[in-house]
T-cell receptor, first 112, second 111 residues
Framework: DTGVSQDPRHKITKRGQNVTFRCDPISEHNRLYWYRQTLGQGPEFLTYFQNEAQLEKSRLLSDRFSAERPKGSFSTLEIQRTEQGDSAMYLC??????????FGSGTQLSVL | SQQGEEDPQALSIQEGENATMNCSYKTSINNLQWYRQNSGRGLVHLILIRSNEREKHSGRLRVTLDTSKKSSSLLITASRAADTASYFCATDPGTASKLTFGTGTRLQVTL
């Protein structure tokens, strides 16, 4: 058990490009969450999976955002046609039938 | 959207002093949690208090919850420089849904 792993740690991209982030949760954790955090703010919920089912999506998750968890293990978050406003820290968290979340170190996205 | 509002936004104290931060929230909850975040890192769970509890302790941490006022406080006693971080409250509505985080308190502990 090495904790929640996120890749990459940092991503710099040009406006209009697509980016994909990966999250590997703690093994046997059935719940996986994506949050977005901007400087000086708390994390904002994006989406949530229980096993492979995406159960909830925030209004923040526009059509340009898509998340998958194909086999109920790792998850990917893709942002298409990135905009400067997408610049943020993208945090992944997992849990298993308990309320507390275990967070990864995040992926810092900078859109130029 | 953010459920909780933390107060103060920033707090600077000297090592050995106590730090108190407050959280107010808007809707009913199943539990309330506190997390810590070091700069540029992910969040780490500190403590969870359920809606039917009024106070909880864990080491140097003391959390209180007043559901009638929809507020919680986190007290860190005998602070250390290593406690320097941002602290967030998060509310859980208890419907297998997501945690909603507050805006955070930035704590600076100086030697």
């Amino acid at each position: 058990d090495t904790g929640v792993s996120q890749d990459p740690r940092h991503k710099i991209t040009k406006r209009g490009q697509n980016v994909t982030f990966r999250c590997d949760p703690i093994s046997e954790h059935n719940r996986l969450y994506w949050y977005r955090q901007t400087l000086g703010q708390g994390p904002e919920f994006l989406t949530y999976f229980q096993n492979e089912a995406q159960l909830e999506k925030s209004r923040l998750l526009s059509d340009r955002f898509s998340a998958e968890r194909p086999k109920g293990s790792f998850s990917t978050l893709e942002i298409q046609r990135t905009e400067q406003g997408d610049s943020a820290m993208y945090l992944c968290a997992s849990s298993f039938q308990e309320e507390k979340l275990f967070f990864g170190s995040g992926t810092q996205l900078s859109v130029l | 959207s953010q459920q909780g509002e933390e107060d103060p936004q920033a707090l600077s104290i000297q090592e050995g002093e106590n730090a108190t931060m407050n959280c107010s929230y808007k809707t009913s909850i199943n539990n309330l949690q506190w997390y810590r975040q070091n700069s540029g890192r992910g969040l780490v769970h500190l403590i969870l208090i359920r809606s039917n509890e009024r106070e909880k302790h864990s080491g140097r941490l003391r959390v209180t919850l007043d559901t009638s006022k929809k507020s919680s406080s986190l007290l860190i006693t005998a602070s250390r420089a290593a406690d320097t971080a941002s602290y967030f409250c998060a509310t859980d509505p208890g419907t297998a849904s997501k945690l909603t985080f507050g805006t955070g308190t930035r704590l600076q502990v100086t030697l």
